[in-house]
């Protein structure tokens, strides 16, 4: 069996498709909103997702509302407003506890951590993760747990408390033995003793 290569001028190079609007005028102005705060277009993006907002909000479109309200917020948290973030993750928290939608629940939790970090509300913070550590739990994820109780160490460091910072890394730890993850064990158990020392 002979093949036949074909010669590299005759491969047509492959564009990137582009992604074509939205026909729905709503979910286009959202669609718009989430580009340009990827494009750091801040002004043009909380235009483009409160008309989205206000067109879903018409609609009684839940989804939408949540979604738009999770863009405006995270909108505001790169620039800084976190009163205004809080209350755009509420919105959206709200509707998704409503609908007991446990991952976007998860996602929004941690928005909260770093709006009560950032405002040391280090006690609500602390009860966000605590929230977030049952729901990956339930869904037996290890990696996620990990992850939580990490950040809870750092807001025990914030806090000044060395101690439960220890035992949380400790608790990293001991996850990472649990699966044979030696050196990663190995370096929360340094950070715990680190702390202690």
């Given at each position: 069996?002979?093949?036949?290569?074909?010669?590299?001028?005759?491969?047509?190079?492959?564009?990137?498709?582009?992604?074509?609007?939205?026909?729905?005028?709503?979910?286009?102005?959202?669609?718009?909103?989430?580009?340009?705060?990827?494009?750091?277009?801040?002004?043009?993006?909380?235009?483009?997702?409160?008309?989205?907002?206000?067109?879903?909000?018409?609609?009684?479109?839940?989804?939408?509302?949540?979604?738009?309200?999770?863009?405006?917020g995270i909108l505001c948290m790169k620039k800084g407003?976190?009163?205004?973030?809080?209350?755009?993750?509420?919105?959206?928290?709200?509707?998704?506890?409503?609908?007991?939608?446990?991952?976007?629940?998860?996602?929004?939790?941690?928005?909260?951590?770093?709006?009560?970090?950032?405002?040391?509300?280090?006690?609500?913070?602390?009860?966000?993760?605590?929230?977030?550590?049952?729901?990956?739990?339930?869904?037996?994820?290890?990696?996620?747990?990990?992850?939580?109780?990490?950040?809870?160490?750092?807001?025990?460091?914030?806090?000044?408390?060395?101690?439960?910072?220890?035992?949380?890394?400790?608790?990293?730890?001991?996850?990472?033995?649990?699966?044979?993850?030696?050196?990663?064990?190995?370096?929360?158990?340094?950070?715990?003793?680190?702390?202690?020392?």
């Open positions: 069996m002979q093949g036949t290569i074909q010669p590299i001028e005759n491969i047509q190079k492959k564009e990137e498709k582009k992604k074509k609007r939205s026909s729905d005028p709503v979910q286009a102005e959202y669609e718009d909103g989430v580009g340009f705060i990827a494009n750091k277009e801040y002004g043009q993006a909380a235009l483009s997702l409160h008309n989205a907002l206000v067109g879903y909000e018409k609609r009684n479109h839940q989804d939408g509302i949540a979604n738009a309200s999770n863009q405006l407003e976190f009163d205004k973030a809080r209350e755009h993750f509420q919105s959206a928290w709200d509707i998704c506890k409503r609908f007991d939608d446990s991952m976007s629940l998860l996602a929004l939790s941690e928005q909260f951590v770093i709006i009560h970090r950032q405002a040391k509300e280090y006690k609500e913070a602390i009860a966000c993760c605590l929230d977030m550590l049952d729901t990956h739990h339930r869904h037996n994820n290890p990696d996620g747990t990990v992850n939580v109780m990490e950040c809870m160490a750092d807001i025990y460091i914030d806090q000044g408390e060395k101690a439960k910072a220890a035992d949380a890394y400790r608790s990293c730890a001991s996850i990472h033995l649990n699966y044979n993850h030696k050196n990663f064990a190995k370096r929360f158990e340094e950070k715990a003793i680190a702390l202690e020392g």
